[in-house]
């Protein structure tokens, strides 16, 4: 008659150590790939009354001004003097916030204004641009308005 050797029974501790790095590397199997964090809005610096800014539209171009022209355009890739708008403040403090109304001087010195669903650069007084010269500017964050909103 042959010995059968028998092996030894695992102590509980190994049992349950066994059991969690199976738990574990099932946790890890199941675990979803992440997306990266889309960008927070707010980051950037806040704007202030009399700063230059530019607007980029969805398709990656900046809005500008043609000389001799008082339509807004976006065609351009590059920031540049055609672009550059000058926003102001119409009343109060030096921060621009969400609800604020504000103006825009493009580079020739005429104010933006908006007349239905036309946008223009027409008037060289504000005053002459009345009310579709003023423009309420908003952010979906709230606060203040910063670059890169």
């Known amino acids: 008659e042959e ?47 009399g700063d230059t800014v530019f607007f980029k539209t969805r398709t990656d171009k900046y809005i500008d001004v043609e000389q001799h022209r008082d339509d807004l355009r976006a065609r351009g890739t590059e920031k540049g003097k055609r672009e550059a708008m000058l926003l102001k403040k119409i009343e109060g403090g030096s921060t621009i916030e969400s609800g604020d109304m504000i103006s825009l001087k493009c580079w020739m010195g005429q104010y933006i204004d908006f007349n239905g669903n036309a946008v223009r650069a027409r008037y060289y007084e504000l005053d002459r641009a009345g009310n579709a010269g003023k423009i309420r500017i908003t952010s979906e964050t709230g606060g203040a308005i910063r670059t890169g909103d």
């Open 3 to 49: 010995e059968e050797e028998e092996e030894p029974e695992p102590e509980p501790e190994e049992e349950e150590e066994e059991e969690e790095a199976e738990a574990e590397e099932e946790e890890e199997e199941a675990k979803p790939v992440k997306a990266a964090p889309k960008k927070k809005a707010g980051g950037g610096t806040p704007i202030l009354s």
